[in-house]
C-alpha cells in the first residue's frame, strides 16, 4: 500500500469535524483546499465520522460533498461495502494526483451502484487516479449501466487519469438483444459497460489525454467491455454513417494506454477505443465476448483513430458470426498496427476489415497467430483498402474447421499486400477457401499448405510447414521444426520488424521465414499433448492414473473451444493423479492450459524426476491463489485465479542455475528454486488432493519441449 497524502476541502459543515479529528488547525476554504489530507470510509461503521482512520465516513455522499485538491487521498476499507454512486470532484496535479484506493486488509472494498447508472463517475476531473475497487451495476439490460465512467462535456483537455487494478462485475446495461431501439444500442454516446470514456460538448473541444486503464479484471458485463466515445469525431475521412454521431470538429483522445486487462464474458466489444491518436493497447487477455449482445461486435477493434497499436493482445471465445471475430480494422482509419497478437477459437474468424464508404488506409497485420478461428480469416466489409500490409502471420485450421481464408464482396480497390503468411489445414473435414476477387490483392511468397490457392497467387509453397506442436491452443507450438517448408520461404518487407511474435530479431538480410516465428528450426517436442485423438469419456492414452476410478476422463472442452480436454474431478477419500513420462534434458519449457472450477480446491501441475521426487511443482490452490514451491516450500503468488477460465501455465527451469520462472498467460509471476536433490525432470503430474469432492477441473494443451532453442 503506498503512502499517500491527500487533501479534501469539506462543502458542509462537518468541515469542522474533519479538521479536528485530523488535528488541523482550521482554515479558510481556500487555504483548507491548497493543503493535501486523506480521508478514510468505512461504509461498515455504524456511524458517520469525521473521515479519520479511526472515525472513517460511512457513505458516499460523504465523499461527494469533497472538493478534492491536489494530493488528496480519498481510502475505502476492504472487506466493506458501499451503496451508490462514487462522484469525486475536484482535480490533481501531475506532480499530486488526487488519489483512490483502498486501505486494511481482505478482499476489494466494494462499490455497488445498488440501482444507479455507474459505480465511479469521474466527471470532468484531471489527474485522477482510481484503483484497488470492486465495482458492480446491477440491471436489467434495459438501462444504460457502468461500472466506470469517465465524463467530459465542454471540458477542453482533461489529462492524467489513471484506472488500475480494479474488479469490475456484474453490470447489467443495455443490450440491443433486450431492447427495440437498435445494433447501436448500448454503445457511441451513453454506452453501457465495464468501463466508459466519453467525451461531448459543443463549444470547447473536449479530450482526454495520457488516459491509462492498466491491470484491471472486467467480467460479467453489458454491453461493452473497455470502450472511448467522443462526439468531437468529424473529420474529412469519417465514414458518412457516423456523420449523425460525430456532431463536433476531430478532437481525439491522446496517448491511450490499454495494458495488462483480463477481460471475460462480456455482452459485447470487449475493448475498442474509438476516436483516437497515438492509442496503445497491449498484453490483455480477452475470453468470451459478444455473449448477449444480439448485434455484431468484435473481439477488440479501433475505428475513426489515427496511430493505433494493439500487440501482445490474447483473444478468443467469441460468439456468433455476427462479427465475432477477435480483430477489426474499421473505418475511418489511418496507420492502425496489430501485431504480435494471439487469436483462438472465435466463431466469427480472425480479422475483420471495415471501411464502408471511406478508404481504410496504412494499415499493417504482422507477426500474428490464429489457431482455429472459424468463419473467416479475414473478411472485408464493403469500401476500399488502401495500402494494407498482412504479413508473417501464421493461420492453423485442425479438423473440421471451416474457413474462408480471405471473404470480399467489394467493387472498391483493395489495395494489399498477403504476404510472408502460413496458413496450414491437418484433416479431411471442414470447407476452406478463398471468396477473393480484387485484382489489386497481392498474395505473393505465402505457404498455404493443404488449402487451396487463389487465383493469381505467386510464389507460393504448398509443402508442410511442420509445427512444433500444430493443433495445441499454445502460441509455442507453432514454431517451426527442422524441414519445414515455411524456413526461408518469405521475402523481407521494407519496415518490417523489429521482431516476430515470439521475440526473434528479424533477419538482417536475406531470406524471412513465412508466418510469425523468424528463428531457426527448433528440436521436436518432448511432450505434445491434446487429447482430442482420445474417446470422450475415456482415460487418457498414455497416462499412469491412480486414484478413484473415472476420476480422469476426456471430454468436450468446458469452455466451448476446439477439440477435447482432460477434465479430473476431486475425491473425499483419495488423492487423484495422473503422470506422463517424457524425455528431455537441459533447460525446459513446459506449457499447459488449466481450469479450475472453483477455488476451493486445489489442482497440482508438477514436474518429477524419474523416480518420482518433485522438481519444480506449480499449484492452482484451494486459497485461490496461484502457488508454487521454492526450494520445496510452498508458496503463493499474489495472483488470485478466476474460477471457470482457462489460464495459460508455463515453467521455464533451468537446472544449470537451480531455478525456475513461473508464467501465468505470458506474465512473470515467480522465480522459484528446484527441489534440493531431485534428479532431472522427466515425469509431469497432475494431482487433485483427497478432500475435495466435487470439485472440477480441467487441463489441456500439454507441451514440453526444450527451452533454449
Not at 88 to 94: D, F, H, I, L, V
Not at 614 to 622: D, I, K, N, T
Request: proline share 6%; glycine share 12%.
Amino acid at each position: 500500500m503506498l503512502s499517500l497524502r491527500s487533501t479534501v476541502h469539506r462543502l458542509r459543515p462537518a468541515a469542522v469535524l474533519l479538521a479536528a479529528a485530523l488535528a488541523v488547525p482550521l482554515a479558510t476554504p481556500a487555504a483548507a483546499a491548497a493543503s493535501p489530507l486523506t480521508v478514510y470510509v468505512d461504509c461498515s461503521a455504524a456511524a458517520d465520522g469525521s473521515g479519520s482512520q479511526l472515525a472513517p465516513f460511512n457513505s458516499l455522499a460523504d465523499v461527494n460533498s469533497l472538493a478534492l485538491s491536489p494530493g488528496s487521498a480519498v481510502l475505502f476499507k476492504r472487506g466493506a461495502t458501499c451503496l451508490g454512486t462514487l462522484a469525486p470532484t475536484g482535480s490533481g496535479t501531475a506532480a499530486a494526483p488526487v488519489t483512490v484506493d483502498a486501505y486494511g486488509s481482505g478482499p476489494l472494498p466494494v462499490i455497488n451502484a445498488n440501482g444507479g447508472t455507474q459505480a465511479v463517475l469521474l466527471s470532468g476531473v484531471s489527474y485522477v487516479q482510481l484503483r484497488d475497487l470492486d465495482l458492480t451495476a446491477p440491471g436489467d439490460n434495459t438501462t444504460t449501466r457502468r461500472g466506470v465512467y469517465v465524463y467530459g462535456a465542454d471540458a477542453g483537455t482533461l489529462p492524467g487519469i489513471v484506472l488500475q487494478g480494479l474488479d469490475i462485475h456484474d453490470v447489467r446495461g443495455k443490450l440491443p438483444a433486450t431492447t427495440s431501439t437498435g445494433n447501436g444500442t448500448g454503445k457511441y454516446a451513453d454506452a453501457s459497460g465495464g468501463i466508459v470514456v466519453e467525451a461531448q460538448g459543443s463549444t470547447t473541444p473536449t479530450s482526454f489525454a495520457g488516459l491509462q486503464i492498466l491491470d484491471n479484471r472486467i467480467h460479467a458485463v453489458d454491453r461493452q467491455g473497455i470502450y472511448t466515445w467522443s462526439n468531437w469525431c468529424r473529420s474529412s475521412r469519417l465514414a458518412s454513417f457516423w456523420n449523425s454521431l460525430c456532431s463536433a470538429a476531430w478532437s481525439p483522445a491522446t496517448d491511450l494506454l490499454v495494458r495488462g486487462n483480463r477481460l471475460w464474458d462480456i455482452g459485447g466489444d470487449g475493448i475498442a477505443p474509438m476516436t483516437g491518436q497515438h492509442t496503445l493497447v497491449e498484453h490483455n487477455t480477452l475470453q468470451g465476448f459478444n455473449e448477449r449482445s444480439g448485434s455484431p461486435n468484435a473481439g477488440m477493434w479501433t475505428a475513426n483513430s489515427v496511430d493505433v497499436t494493439f500487440q501482445y493482445n490474447d483473444t478468443s471465445g467469441g460468439h456468433s458470426t455476427s462479427d465475432g471475430m477477435a480483430y477489426d480494422v474499421d473505418h475511418s482509419t489511418d496507420g492502425v498496427v496489430f501485431q504480435y497478437n494471439y487469436s483462438h477459437d472465435n466463431q466469427g474468424g480472425f480479422f475483420l476489415l471495415c471501411p464502408y464508404d471511406r478508404p481504410t488506409v496504412n494499415f499493417t497485420i504482422r507477426y500474428n497467430l490464429s489457431v482455429n478461428d472459424q468463419a473467416r480469416g479475414f473478411q472485408v466489409c464493403n469500401g476500399a483498402l488502401t495500402n494494407g500490409q498482412i504479413y508473417g502471420n501464421t493461420l492453423y485450421l485442425a479438423d473440421g474447421i471451416s474457413q474462408q481464408i480471405v471473404t470480399e464482396s467489394t467493387s472498391a480497390v483493395l489495395d494489399v499486400r498477403f504476404t510472408d503468411n502460413i496458413v496450414a489445414r491437418h484433416g479431411s473435414s471442414g470447407t476452406v477457401g478463398w471468396t477473393l476477387n480484387a485484382p489489386a490483392w497481392v498474395v505473393d511468397h505465402n505457404v498455404l499448405y493443404d488449402v487451396p490457392v487463389p487465383s493469381g497467387a505467386s510464389n507460393t509453397v504448398t509443402s508442410a510447414p511442420l509445427l512444433a506442436g500444430r493443433e495445441l491452443a499454445d502460441p509455442w507450438g507453432y514454431r517451426l521444426l527442422a524441414g519445414s517448408s515455411a524456413l526461408g520461404a518469405g521475402q523481407a518487407v521494407t519496415g518490417a520488424g523489429p521482431s516476430d511474435y515470439f521475440g526473434n530479431p528479424l533477419p538482417a538480410a536475406g531470406a524471412v521465414n513465412a508466418g510469425a516465428y523468424q528463428g531457426s528450426a527448433v528440436p521436436a517436442a518432448a511432450l505434445a499433448e491434446t487429447f482430442n485423438t482420445d474417446p470422450l469419456g475415456a482415460a487418457p492414452a498414455g497416462w499412469t492414473l491412480a486414484g478413484p476410478a473415472g476420476g480422469a476422463s476426456v471430454a468436450a472442452d468446458p469452455a466451448g473451444g476446439y477439440g477435447a480436454a482432460l477434465l479430473l474431478s476431486g475425491q473425499s477419500g483419495a488423492d487423484l493423479s495422473a503422470v506422463r513420462s517424457f524425455t528431455a534434458t537441459g533447460d525446459l519449457r513446459v506449457d499447459a492450459r488449466l481450469r479450475a472450477g472453483q477455488s476451493g480446491a486445489a489442482l497440482g501441475l508438477h514436474l518429477l524426476d524419474a523416480a518420482g521426487n518433485p522438481v519444480a511443482q506449480f499449484s492452482l490452490a484451494a486459497d485461490g491463489k496461484a502457488a508454487y514451491t521454492d526450494n520445496g516450500t510452498w508458496t503463493d503468488t499474489a495472483f488470485a485465479y478466476p474460477s471457470s477460465l482457462w489460464l495459460r501455465v508455463s515453467l521455464l527451469v533451468h537446472p544449470t542455475t537451480g531455478s525456475y520462472d513461473v508464467y501465468l498467460d505470458d506474465v512473470l509471476q515467480a522465480t522459484g528454486r528446484l527441489t534440493p536433490g531431485a534428479g532431472p525432470a522427466g515425469q509431469l503430474r497432475l494431482r487433485v488432493p483427497a478432500g475435495t469432492p466435487g470439485a472440477a477441473f480441467a487441463v489441456d494443451d500439454l507441451l514440453v519441449q526444450p527451452l533454449n532453442s
